[in-house]
């Protein structure tokens, strides 16, 4: 079993900055990629960034320029560090290890972005 934990999430004001971290521990032998989830209230799950073991990342197109995720792959942690934010960003920020094709979840970090 592999366990995920979030940390850092917070109240920002609009333009403000964050730094996410998550750590994976546990049965860890090969992590394929970690990322980074968001479920806004009343709305679905979404990817907001993801990077893989060799370092290649993707971002949702919302949050390009802005986020920047990143990851130390000897500690099994990833980091997600979020500029200039918005009262759109906000919501529950979750943490997901993919290893041998299974999704391993944190139980989420709130950012909420407001004046």
């Known amino acids: 079993q592999v366990q995920v934990v979030e940390s850092g999430g917070g109240l920002v004001q609009p333009g403000g900055s964050l730094r996410l971290s998550c750590a994976a521990s546990?049965?860890?032998?090969?992590?394929?990629?970690m990322g980074w989830y968001r479920q806004a209230p009343g709305k679905e799950r979404e990817m907001v960034a993801i990077?893989?073991?060799?370092?290649?990342?993707n971002y949702a197109d919302s949050v390009k320029g802005r986020f920047t995720i990143s990851r130390d792959n000897a500690e099994n942690t990833v980091y997600l560090q979020m500029n200039s934010l918005k009262v759109e960003d906000t919501a529950v920020y979750y943490c997901m290890v993919n290893q041998a094709a299974k999704g391993y979840w944190g139980k989420g970090t709130l950012v909420t972005v407001s004046s």
């Open positions: 990077i893989y073991s060799g370092g290649s990342s």
């Open positions: 546990g049965n860890i032998f090969s992590i394929n990629f």
